[in-house]
């Protein structure tokens, strides 16, 4: 089985439960704080661990985030290449829940923004053609992972998340894959609407050789290929909270891709998935794992 390496974020996450988000010169009271790990690259290592994949993470953290790393050993992913600071704090998120299970985000990237291409050198040094690599826009250095990862002839999926200024063209170009939400498609396109059939036209206009799974929330999602666009409904549930659930349709998604199932069946059982994370509290502790998706489906 190919090797699967997320090199991305790993974050602690303080969660403020809100009657609604915060407004300009408002202050309001949280009814609850729960503190949990984060971090969209962690979140989809979990997720892929969960999922059966064969794992590595890699990143950086501080000194006051070793838990991390026990959160991503239970998932069953291998911790061997994410290194410790000893001068950088672990990157966090503040994050606020409404009443309606929606979440505002704000990210301090501390650790994650401290790699170094000696260690992006190490890290591939351990994987091979045909092997996958997961990137987020949360760490630093993604011009030249994505270098010398395409040079290694690694499959590359990027979330380009958040949407900004550091993701270049040529870091966009080298994707094979992106997974990506209706917001992100509309700012990487340029195109003004969040209507399916019209982003997934504008996304193979501007990127042909790339292949997309686009998340539309309450409307479902699709794959667009140069082959075929193949849209996926939504598995209803209650919302608690939508942290995690991209990271996890992400995580089974690929997962899905490595076992060789159709295209229709990956995003099937990523929307399974994705349906039990929004259910749960909680980012990584949110995520289910394979056997939970034979038994609720």
Same mark, same amino acid.
């Given at each position: 089985m190919?090797?699967?390496?997320?090199?991305?974020?790993?974050?602690?996450d303080?969660?403020?439960?809100? *009657?609604?988000?915060?407004?300009?010169?408002?202050?309001?009271?949280?009814?609850?704080?729960?503190?949990?790990?984060?971090?969209?690259?962690l979140?989809q290592s979990?997720?892929?661990?969960? $999922?059966?994949?064969n794992?590595?993470?890699?990143?950086?953290?501080? +000194?006051?985030?070793?838990?991390?790393?026990?959160?991503?050993?239970?998932a069953?992913?291998?911790?061997? @290449?994410?290194?410790?600071s000893?001068?950088?704090?672990?990157?966090? $998120?503040i994050? =606020?829940?409404?009443?309606?299970?929606?979440?505002?985000?704000?990210?301090?990237?501390?650790s994650?923004? =401290?790699? %170094?291409?000696?260690?992006?050198?190490?890290?591939?040094? &351990?994987? *091979?053609?045909?092997?996958y690599?997961?990137l +987020?826009? /949360?760490?630093?250095?993604?011009?030249?992972i994505? +270098?010398? #990862?395409?040079e290694?002839?690694?499959?590359?999926? @990027?979330?380009?998340?958040?949407?900004? *200024?550091? @993701? %270049?063209?040529?870091?966009?170009?080298?994707?094979?894959?992106?997974v990506?939400? /209706?917001?992100?498609?509309? +700012?990487?396109?340029?195109?003004d609407?969040? /209507?399916? !059939?019209?982003? #997934?036209? #504008?996304?193979?206009?501007?990127y042909?050789? %790339?292949?997309?799974?686009? %998340?539309?929330?309450?409307?479902?999602?699709c794959?667009?290929?140069?082959?075929?666009?193949? &849209? =996926?409904?939504?598995?209803?549930?209650?919302?608690v909270?939508? !942290? #995690?659930?991209g990271?996890?349709? @992400?995580?089974?998604?690929?997962?899905?891709?490595?076992?060789?199932? &159709?295209?229709?069946?990956?995003?099937d059982?990523?929307?399974?998935?994705?349906?039990i994370?929004?259910?749960?509290?909680?980012a990584a502790?949110?995520?289910?794992?394979? &056997?939970?998706?034979?038994?609720?489906?």
């Amino acid at each position: 089985m190919a090797k699967v390496l997320c090199f991305g974020s790993l974050n602690i996450d303080y969660v403020y439960k809100v *009657e609604h988000f915060v407004k300009k010169g408002e202050t309001i009271s949280s009814t609850s704080l729960n503190v949990f790990s984060g971090g969209k690259g962690l979140n989809q290592s979990v997720a892929l661990g969960k $999922a059966g994949c064969n794992t590595y993470h890699a990143g950086m953290i501080g +000194q006051d985030g070793t838990f991390l790393l026990d959160v991503l050993k239970d998932a069953g992913v291998n911790t061997s @290449l994410t290194l410790i600071s000893d001068t950088a704090r672990t990157g966090n $998120a503040i994050i =606020q829940n409404d009443s309606a299970g929606d979440n505002c985000i704000i990210l301090y990237p501390g650790s994650n923004r =401290q790699i %170094t291409e000696e260690m992006v050198d190490m890290v591939l040094d &351990h994987f *091979e053609k045909g092997d996958y690599l997961i990137l +987020q826009n /949360e760490i630093n250095k993604l011009d030249y992972i994505t +270098q010398k #990862a395409k040079e290694l002839g690694m499959i590359i999926f @990027l979330n380009p998340s958040p949407f900004d *200024e550091k @993701l %270049t063209m040529d870091i966009l170009k080298r994707a094979d894959w992106m997974v990506l939400n /209706e917001v992100e498609a509309s +700012q990487l396109t340029g195109c003004d609407s969040y /209507e399916e !059939t019209l982003l #997934a036209a #504008a996304l193979r206009k501007s990127y042909p050789d %790339t292949c997309f799974v686009l %998340t539309l929330g309450i409307n479902g999602s699709c794959c667009i290929t140069a082959e075929e666009t193949v &849209h =996926q409904d939504i598995y209803p549930a209650k919302t608690v909270d939508t !942290t #995690a659930a991209g990271d996890t349709f @992400l995580g089974y998604f690929v997962s899905g891709l490595i076992s060789e199932k &159709h295209v229709k069946d990956c995003m099937d059982m990523a929307a399974k998935a994705s349906s039990i994370t929004v259910s749960r509290e909680g980012a990584a502790p949110s995520i289910p794992w394979m &056997h939970e998706i034979d038994s609720n489906f």
